[in-house]
Nanobody
């Protein structure tokens, strides 16, 4: 299984970006996909997760601004980021949990950088 992120870049506060993660290879069963981020000098943190049935979960810091979605036919998961803030800056990673419980993150992408500044 390979996860490939795209869509990162630079944005000003208040602007929007959309990240995409292509899941290449088999990820069978009740899998869960998620977005994580690692701000500069900080630990990696969960941003949003979505299971195969569309149930999603968000970090409090992004609720109401970010939306995770998926296209099961194309095996792609998206992260729509609106109202970006400087504190959203970081490396964003896509992750996959084959077990479906959204805790055993076995597969990781290489990440895509998001920088929010004026």
């Amino acid at each position: 299984v390979q996860l490939v992120e795209s869509g990162g870049g630079s944005a000003q506060p208040g602007e929007s970006l959309r990240l995409s993660c292509a899941v290449l290879g088999p990820l069978y069963g009740s899998r869960c996909l998620g977005w994580f981020r690692q701000p500069p000098g900080q630990a990696r943190e969960m941003v949003a997760t979505i299971d195969r049935y569309g149930s999603s979960n968000y970090a409090d810091s992004v609720k109401g601004r970010f939306t995770i979605s998926q296209d099961l036919t194309k095996n792609i998961v998206y992260l729509e980021m609106n109202g970006l803030k400087p504190e959203d800056t970081g490396m964003y990673f896509c992750a996959g949990d084959p077990s479906g419980i959204c805790r055993n993150w076995r597969h990781w992408g290489r990440g895509t950088q998001v920088t929010v500044s004026s």
